[in-house]
Structure formats: C-alpha cells, structure tokens
C-alpha cells in the first residue's frame, strides 16, 4: 500500500520522490517488500524487478479515489489524462 500511495503522489508534476520513509517501513517488515514510484523522467523504488499480482487492483483503486476528489471529479479529462489511462 505505502508503494501505492508514493505512485499517486508521484503524478504532481515537479515532485521528487522521498523513498526514504517507504525504505525503513520495509527494512523493518518481514518478506520482500517491493514498491516502484515512477515520475517524468525517472523510475526509483525497492525490488524494481519484483511482479506484483496485486498492483492492478491498487492502480484501479487509486484512479477511483483520485475520480471521487471534489477537485477533479467534474473536471473532464485532458490529452495528458488520457494519456496516463493508456496501455
């Protein structure tokens, strides 16, 4: 989940990512702990190489809450949205 929310906040544009937070929480978790954060120009994260079945689910998840913001919700979709909606 920490690795879903770092993605979300990834899309303002002009932020850089601090992993070191989602870093401790997995050093002092049990297992591999894997999160991928991916801005304009780079992709940085833990376990980089590690397929998440889950992260489909948590994507869609995000995009609903992301919809269901009072800020964006009646806002109609842009080019650069459409974009980030394709495969």
């Given at each position: 989940?920490?690795?879903?929310?770092?993605?979300?906040?990834?899309?303002?544009?002009?932020?850089?990512?601090?992993?070191?937070?989602?870093?401790?929480?997995?050093?002092?978790?049990?297992?591999?702990?894997?999160?991928?954060?991916?801005?304009?120009?780079?992709?940085?994260?833990?376990?980089?190489?590690?397929?998440?079945?889950?992260?489909?689910?948590?994507?869609?998840?995000?995009?609903?809450?992301?919809?269901?913001?009072?800020?964006?919700?009646?806002?109609?979709?842009?080019r650069a949205?459409?974009?980030?909606?394709?495969?």
């Amino acid at each position: 989940m920490v690795a879903a929310v770092l993605a979300a906040v990834a899309l303002a544009a002009g932020w850089a990512p601090a992993t070191g937070a989602a870093d401790r929480y997995a050093d002092g978790r049990r297992g591999t702990i894997a999160y991928a954060v991916r801005t304009e120009g780079r992709l940085r994260g833990r376990h980089l190489d590690v397929r998440v079945a889950l992260a489909s689910v948590v994507k869609a998840l995000l995009l609903v809450a992301y919809l269901r913001d009072e800020r964006v919700r009646d806002r109609p979709l842009g080019r650069a949205d459409r974009r980030l909606l394709g495969p």
